[in-house]
């Protein structure tokens, strides 16, 4: 990748960033809707009744993309353990890339999370 590929990608992002107006009504209340989940049964309820069986498969492909990509993982094993299409796949890598963050701040919480699990699984074997 070159400087002038960064920064179409950077311009790319903030394009699609801004044509959200995340100060509707409703897409406040969707926001509100999220943060007010207190746990794991919550979510699936809550996802279940928002999308279809599909479009939870679709977002969790997405961001198994996402984690692969993060990793280095190539276009065709993504594409071949996702089903993602490589459009979509190149679309994650930008936005993964880009300066919204929103793929690499979940990433870091997701990794610091299975740290920590892991952490306590293991102090909870040894002091048993």
Request: hydrophobic content about 40%.
């Amino acid at each position: 990748m070159n400087d002038k590929t960064s920064i179409e990608t950077v311009k790319l992002v903030r394009q699609i960033g801004s044509k959200i107006d995340w100060s509707t009504r409703e897409n406040k209340q969707l926001i509100e809707a999220i943060l007010v989940l207190k746990n794991a049964d919550e979510a699936k309820l809550f996802l279940r009744d928002l999308m279809t069986k599909g479009e939870i498969q679709e977002f969790a492909n997405r961001l198994e993309a996402a984690s692969l990509l993060f990793s280095n993982m190539q276009y065709n094993y993504i594409i071949e353990k996702t089903g993602l299409s490589s459009a979509t796949i190149a679309r994650i890598a930008k936005w993964l890339k880009g300066n919204l963050g929103g793929y690499r701040l979940i990433l870091a919480r997701l990794s610091s999370h299975h740290h920590n699990s892991s952490k306590l699984r293991k102090e909870l074997l040894l002091s048993s």
